[in-house]
């Protein structure tokens, strides 16, 4: 330390004035990273049961309830369904937002809202089997487990498939998850009751509109990257009748190797 003073006091004044700058550089940049540290510490802190329940009542009365879904079974579920347990741990804070989500694999878990909505078409009941396409991180397949007797779902991307697997076999008894192609749907399990559809094609896939019932119902973003419509199609006389929701952006729905439909 008596070496560096030392060395100080033989610089010139503009040396010293040039040593003071680099310093209190130096020094902003350390409180800089120390404050964004305690901030990123702050948001990603776990927060406590009543804290996530607290959000979840909020998200619904304000993001879900406010906008227009009526159906009282679904405003349960959307309230029961613990939506920070199907995202990454690192974001679990953001999981009552506004807003979609990353997942990883450059997936994404649909803002909450869309999610109330396309469920709310189907009209869900306790008898109905229901085949969704594109389990993601397994909430939208929660959801419909609150609602449904029996929940068929299938994701493409094995890592995910297997993480939602886990969670959702943790929690409910009668989702089944299959990792595959879900262009090609659940054959083996057919006829569904309604399909929701969680990725979207260019047009509707012909193997899922032959595997609903008479008079079922599928919801599907249709459309290629920035021209999408969610579309709520109604089984009739083995032809399918289409009623445009809104505009919407989906992941698009690929094959095995990547491949947009």
């Not at 309230?79 to 989500?101: M, S």
């Not at 078409?121 to 909430?139: A, D, H, K, Q």
């Not at 068929?152 to 009668?174: D, M």
């Amino acid at each position: 330390m008596t070496n560096i003073l030392s060395m100080i006091a033989r610089l010139h004044v503009g040396e010293k004035i040039m040593m003071k700058k680099i310093f209190l550089c130096i020094l902003m940049v350390l409180c800089g990273l120390l404050v964004f540290s305690l901030a990123s510490s702050c948001c990603a802190r776990t927060l406590s049961e009543n804290e996530y329940l607290s959000l979840r009542k909020k998200m619904v009365d304000e993001q879900i309830e406010a906008r227009g879904i009526k159906d009282k079974n679904v405003l349960e579920a959307m309230r029961k369904v613990e939506r920070h347990r199907f995202v990454p741990k690192d974001i679990c804070h953001l999981a009552y937002g506004d807003h979609p989500l990353p997942i990883g694999e450059g997936q994404t878990i649909s803002q909450p809202y869309i999610v109330a909505l396309m469920t709310e078409v189907i009209r869900p009941n306790r008898s109905m089997r229901v085949l969704e396409i594109g389990t993601g991180s397994g909430y939208q397949a929660a959801v419909l487990a609150e609602l449904c007797d029996d929940v068929y779902t299938i994701e493409i991307i094995e890592k995910l498939g297997i993480q939602a697997q886990k969670i959702l076999s943790e929690l409910y008894k009668n989702v089944h998850v299959k990792i595959g192609d879900g262009y090609k749907g659940w054959p083996e399990a057919a006829p569904f009751d309604a399909i929701i559809v969680t990725c979207a094609p260019a047009s509707v896939p012909q193997p899922l509109a032959d595997q609903l019932k008479e008079e079922g119902k599928m919801v599907i973003p249709v459309g290629k990257a920035g021209v999408q419509h969610l579309v709520i199609l109604t089984k009739t006389k083995g032809r399918l009748i289409a009623r445009e929701i809104l505009p919407v952006r989906f992941v698009p729905m690929v094959n095995s190797k990547g491949e947009k439909y």
